[in-house]
Nanobody, 125 residues
Framework: AVQLAESGGGSVQAGGSLRLSCAAS????????LGWFRQAPGKEREGLAT???????NYIDDAKGRFTISKDNAKNTLYLQMNSLKPEDTAMYYC???????????????????WGRGTQVSVSS
């Protein structure tokens, strides 16, 4: 099993930035597609960005141009750089692993096997 631990959340004002980190117990070809998701109160968990073994990222439209997903294989760490934050970005943010290599996209939430416990992001206006 892959264990994941998110960090880097916090409270910022609109327009601010945060960098989330996700430390994994292991990165390997079995780790699969990696991704960042978020869940606001009363809403379903939604995918934001994914990155495959080849390093190619995919984003939902709301994240394009504002968020950047990246990974450091040497450190077994996944990152999400978030800029130009909006109040509607307020949510619990989760990293995930074990997603499908074939369909490594944010809306393929069901394919992810391993999940972290989340880190809270709060954006005030």
């Amino acid at each position: 099993a892959v264990q994941l631990a998110e960090s880097g959340g916090g409270s910022v004002q609109a327009g601010g930035s945060l960098r989330l980190s996700c430390a994994a117990s292991v990165f390997s070809h079995n780790t699969g597609c990696l991704g960042w998701f978020r869940q606001a109160p009363g809403k379903e968990r939604e995918g934001l960005a994914t990155i495959g073994q080849d390093g190619v990222p995919n984003y939902i439209d709301d994240a394009k141009g504002r968020f950047t997903i990246s990974k450091d294989n040497a450190k077994n760490t996944l990152y999400l750089q978030m800029n130009s934050l909006k109040p509607e970005d307020t949510a619990m943010y989760y990293c995930a692993a074990g997603g499908s290599w074939i369909d490594c996209v944010p809306n393929n939430r069901a394919s992810f096997t391993y999940w972290g416990r989340g880190t809270q992001v709060s954006v005030s206006s």
